[in-house]
């Protein structure tokens, strides 16, 4: 994943320019214990990534983003699935992120992945209001009732 921490550093850039992530600050986050970054590919080319973390017993998506080009074609969907269950196998208890009031799309996305409206962000980030939303993941042998 290194080699694509310049590609990755792009588009984080583009989608998340707050968050400063340079090449060199990618490379060095991939070497923390708990941090993941998986991209999804097409051909030679990155279509997106999601960025997570573990900490305790919580799952945390830092990012998701598909290049604009693609989307509307399943594939933050895809992500995000495959960040609940790469999070639920290594111990996660739930999962947490943090999205902008306005971001109706990343809203529909989650909410459609079992995620709800927690709280408010205590920070604005990039001069938006931030909400954080969460999903908890239900123990082996506990049913709910509908």
């Known amino acids: 994943m290194e080699k694509d921490a310049k590609r ?3 588009m984080i850039d583009t989608e998340f320019p707050y968050t400063r992530l340079s090449e060199e600050k990618i490379s060095e986050r991939l070497k923390k214990d ?11 080319s990155i279509a997106g990534f ?7 017993n919580t799952g945390f998506i830092n990012g998701v983003s ?3 080009n693609l989307r509307k074609k399943g594939i933050g ?4 699935e495959f960040a609940v269950e790469f999070l639920k196998s290594n111990g996660a208890k739930k999962a947490s992120l943090l999205v902008k009031r306005d971001n109706e799309a990343a809203k529909r996305l989650y909410s459609s992945q079992g995620f709800f409206f927690l709280r408010f962000h205590d920070k604005k980030i990039d001069d ?8 908890e993941f239900p123990r082996k042998n506990e049913a709910y009732l509908n």
């Open 50 to 56: 999601v960025d997570l973390e573990i900490r305790k």
């Open 128 to 135: 938006s209001i931030v909400e954080v939303w969460e999903r």
């Open 8 to 10: 990755l550093a792009k």
């Open 66 to 68: 598909v290049k604009k």
């Open 77 to 80: 969907k895809e992500l995000v």
């Open 34 to 44: 708990g941090t993941f970054i998986f991209k999804k590919s097409l051909g030679k």
